[in-house]
């Protein structure tokens, strides 16, 4: 079932993921429903809870980065309350392009969430040379 409405948020139908920090830009919101916007399940949308205006629209990276890995920090392991990365979703935030060959991943800032316990945070991954703005879909 693909939800296409916020209403599902007042039901608890969906998945709540908590940051344990807040997203850079956003120090108000800290929770966030993850909504699945496609029938493949590549493509997501994050949607504030407090204000359901601010919404991202994230995927996972394999479908498109292959070869993509994040390095998780201990710092954030342990906020996340993680002995290990065995347990991580990571999602890609996208900017939307007016086509889909003009969308952009963020590789550079990814989500990295504790499927067990749903606290995520965004990851800064400076000075790893990722583009904030790698092309989604290739030729």
Same mark, same amino acid.
């Given at each position: *079932?693909i939800?296409q409405?916020? !209403? %599902?948020i007042?039901?608890?139908?969906?998945?709540?993921?908590?940051?344990?920090?807040?997203m850079?830009?956003?120090?108000?919101?800290r929770?966030?429903?993850?909504?699945? *916007? !496609?029938?493949?399940?590549?493509?997501y #949308?994050l949607?504030? +809870?407090?204000?359901?205006?601010?919404?991202?629209?994230?995927v996972?990276?394999?479908?498109?980065?292959?070869d993509?890995?994040? !390095? %998780?920090?201990d710092?954030?392991?342990?906020?996340?309350?993680? /002995?290990?990365?065995?347990?991580?979703l990571v999602?890609?935030?996208?900017?939307?392009?007016?086509?889909?060959?003009?969308?952009?991943?963020?590789? *550079?800032?990814? +989500?990295?969430?504790?499927? #067990? #316990?749903?606290r995520a %945070?965004q990851?800064v991954?400076?000075?790893?040379?990722? /583009?904030?703005?790698a092309?989604?879909l290739?030729?």
């Amino acid at each position: *079932m693909i939800a296409q409405t916020l !209403d %599902v948020i007042e039901t608890g139908e969906l998945p709540v993921l908590d940051f344990v920090a807040p997203m850079p830009g956003f120090p108000a919101q800290r929770r966030f429903v993850l909504v699945q *916007m !496609d029938e493949a399940g590549v493509l997501y #949308s994050l949607t504030s +809870i407090d204000a359901p205006e601010l919404r991202f629209l994230v995927v996972p990276p394999a479908p498109f980065f292959a070869d993509y890995a994040v !390095d %998780v920090d201990d710092e954030s392991l342990v906020a996340l309350g993680l /002995p290990d990365a065995e347990d991580l979703l990571v999602l890609l935030v996208l900017t939307a392009g007016e086509t889909p060959a003009e969308t952009t991943a963020n590789l *550079m800032a990814p +989500i990295v969430v504790a499927q #067990s #316990s749903r606290r995520a %945070v965004q990851l800064v991954l400076g000075g790893s040379g990722l /583009p904030v703005r790698a092309p989604l879909l290739v030729g």
